[in-house]
């Protein structure tokens, strides 16, 4: 399920399943987004990155979607597993050199 | 190769005293970043750097100054600490700011203020 507000969105999986985790962008000028991992007491960590001028990339186990049409970006996660289980953020990067700006982030949570 | 390292892990400030986050990084990279994660929230940009001697503001950098004295170091200054500024401080660099994304992050210094 979901949650808004002050919470951060939540998505809850059963181990095995493949699972999708959005984000809208604010930017119509950025040129590039790269999903992070951010696990509990650590610092975000990269997990995959796509270049405004594709729509679709694919990692191990992970592919990223890119719509500029409605500026939205998405994180798939094929055969989802418990050490999956952490918060993910989607970051934008607009015209200033190397600076990201990070969306709220969703929490996955991934049941045995 | 460390990466990129930030001290101290925790720290409890009362209100009004100052304190220096370090951060240090050991892969010359030339851009570096402190980022700021409230509970629940994303990362939000305070200052970067995009060289030694070269500094600018980010998103919230009000209550906060930074230096880049060198190509390692990218120390964080907190004057007169006040409650809002409890939250967990992330240092960032990258190589190359423009023709890569990639930020490698340090493990967060967690502060309080009281």
């Known amino acids: 399920g979901e949650s808004v507000g002050l919470h951060l969105p939540t998505l809850s999986v059963q181990e095995g399943d493949n699972s999708i985790i959005n984000c809208a962008y604010s930017n119509s000028a950025s040129d590039y987004f790269i999903w992070y991992k951010q696990e509990s007491g650590k610092g975000p960590q990269f997990i995959i990155d796509?270049?405004?001028?594709?729509d679709k990339r694919q990692g191990q186990r992970v592919t990223v979607l890119l719509n500029k049409t409605v500026k939205h970006l998405s994180l798939q996660i094929a055969a989802t597993q418990p050490g999956d289980s952490a918060v993910y953020f989607c970051?934008?990067?607009?015209?200033?050199?190397?600076?990201?700006?990070f969306g709220q982030g969703t929490i996955l949570t991934v049941h045995p | 190769n460390a990466g990129v390292t930030q001290t101290p892990k925790f720290r409890i400030l009362k209100i009004g005293q100052s304190m220096t986050l370090q951060c240090t990084q050991d892969m010359n990279h030339n851009y570096m970043y402190w980022y700021r994660q409230d509970p629940g929230m994303g990362l939000k940009l305070i200052y970067y750097s995009v060289g030694a001697g070269i500094t600018d503001k980010g998103e919230v950098p009000n209550g906060y100054n930074v230096s880049r004295s060198t190509t390692e170091d990218f120390p964080l200054r907190l004057e007169l600490a006040a409650p809002s500024q409890t939250s967990v401080y992330f240092c960032?660099?990258?190589?190359?700011?423009?023709?890569?994304?990639?930020?490698?992050f340090g493990e967060g210094s967690r502060l309080t203020v009281l």
């Open positions: 970051a934008e990067r607009g015209t200033s050199y190397g600076k990201l700006t």
């Open positions: 796509i270049r405004s001028n594709m």
């Open positions: 960032a660099s990258s190589f190359r700011g423009r023709d890569t994304g990639e930020l490698f």
